[in-house]
């Protein structure tokens, strides 16, 4: 069973950035599209950015030209990076990877992890 777990939130100013991780307690092979969701306080889940297993990247528009997402699959990882934070920013970043299982793809989900910015 493979487990996504996300790190890097933690409490930053307007204007700055917070680089999120979340690695595969396995390996990443099977893993297709994989991205980052987030979910703010009395909000709904919503897509922040999502990359193909060949590199190709989306992003909401709320976020294009500040955050970057990349994946590493030798080191089983995925990254956001987030630069020129904004409060509306925040809140829980979750990981998700959908995998080929042999008979469909599955949906893999992290626990999250916070980000506030905040002055």
């Known amino acids: 069973q493979v487990q996504l777990v996300e790190s890097g939130g933690g409490l930053v100013q307007p204007g700055g950035s917070l680089r999120l991780s979340c690695t595969a307690s396995?390996?990443?092979?099977?893993?297709?599209?994989m991205g980052w969701y987030r979910q703010a306080p009395g909000k709904e889940r919503e897509m922040v950015a999502t990359?193909?297993?060949?590199?190709?990247?989306r992003y909401a528009d709320s976020v294009k030209g500040r955050f970057a997402i990349s994946r590493d699959n030798v080191k089983n990882a995925l990254y956001l990076q987030m630069n020129s934070l904004k409060p509306e920013d925040t809140a829980v970043y979750y990981c998700?990877?959908?995998?080929?299982?042999?008979?469909?793809?599955?949906?893999?989900w992290g626990q999250g992890t916070r980000a506030t910015v905040s002055s």
């Open positions: 998700q990877g959908a995998r080929w299982e042999g008979s469909g793809w599955l949906d893999y």
């Open positions: 990359i193909t297993n060949d590199y190709r990247t």
């Open positions: 396995g390996s990443m092979f099977g893993f297709g599209l």
